[in-house]
């Protein structure tokens, strides 16, 4: 097998965490070579005012995958891999996908919106994945704030804290871009924008409402009209004990709900050791190692 094909039988078996990384690098190297020749990246930006956005609309979807340098791309993607792989031990491919480009929507429009007030030198374009990423970030901290990573020289450490750092990082940058406007190269208010929107999203999806599901309904929508025309399976998640299928909201609240009662029982277990547990606990212990 070729390296070409073991790249693509990787794509097409990765979540759709690992699919985003794949499409930037990929169009961080077209773009880079494109560049050579002719550069074209600009025309991939999201616009500095909605003005030049009314003939360049696409900008709101592309610029989500367009990257300044090497370092750029690389952050971002090592955040996305991280914080995408955190993502999905507790939520779907669907539910990540939508989160990824309406954090990028809203980062873009904010962004806009904050840009109006600025004087017209200092509107500039803006690239890259940061506003979807912060989003994913967000959104995850948001609906699963005590879940803890090990840091090399920190120790563990909850990743809310490690989202609340960051945005204190992107809010310092704001008051440093209305200081002086035009001179910081960062879009601090994308990046607080795609934050804000995950924060919101892992809010609701705590109180068992899924916000995004109208969008990844589209999304399922589209992306059928490029596979083929033959049949294609349906997949619905059905209750044990129940004839009647369930859809992926309350698919993934009993998820969600389910490892919630295990954290609870192995914190449990750590305190007072396995003893402590009643037996329905115990039961409950013994159908999640099955």
């Known amino acids: 097998m070729s390296i070409i094909d073991e790249i693509k039988a ?24 494109a560049d050579i020749f002719y550069p074209i990246s600009k025309y991939f930006a999201i616009p500095g005012d909605y003005h030049l956005l009314l003939y360049r609309p696409w900008t709101v979807l592309s610029y989500m995958f367009v990257h300044e340098g090497f370092m750029h791309i690389l952050f971002n993607m090592l955040w996305l891999y991280w914080f ?64 803890s990573l090990n840091l090399v020289f920190i120790g563990t450490v909850k990743i809310k804290y490690i989202a609340l750092i960051s945005f204190f990082l992107d809010f310092v940058g704001v008051l440093s871009d209305l200081k002086s406007p035009g001179f ?21 999806m705590r109180a068992g409402k899924d916000i995004n599901r109208w969008f990844s309904n589209f999304l399922d929508e589209f992306f059928s ?35 919630s009662e ?17 037996s329905k606990e115990k039961e409950f212990l013994f159908k999640q190692k099955k």
């Open 84 to 147: 995408g792989g955190i993502f999905m031990h507790f939520l779907s491919n669907k539910q990540l996908l939508a989160v990824y480009l309406l954090g990028g929507f809203f980062g873009a429009f904010f962004h806009l919106a904050t840009n109006s007030f600025l004087p017209e030198y200092a509107r500039a374009g803006v690239v890259g994945a940061s506003a979807a990423v912060m989003s994913i970030v967000f959104a995850i901290s948001s609906y699963k704030p005590d879940y």
């Open 10 to 33: 990787s794509f097409k078996q990765s979540s759709y965490y690992i699919k985003i990384i794949y499409i930037n690098v990929g169009f961080f190297a077209l773009l880079y070579v």
């Open 225 to 259: 009209m490029f596979k083929s025309s033959g049949k294609q399976m349906k997949i619905s998640y059905r209750n044990p004990k129940s004839k009647t299928p369930k859809d992926d909201m309350q698919w993934n609240k009993n998820k969600a709900d389910t490892i």
């Open 262 to 278: 295990m954290d609870r029982i192995l914190d449990k277990i750590s305190k007072s050791g396995y003893d402590s547990l009643t």
């Open 184 to 204: 910081n190269n960062v879009a601090h208010f994308a990046h607080m924008g795609g934050a804000f929107y995950g924060l919101w999203w892992g809010y609701k």
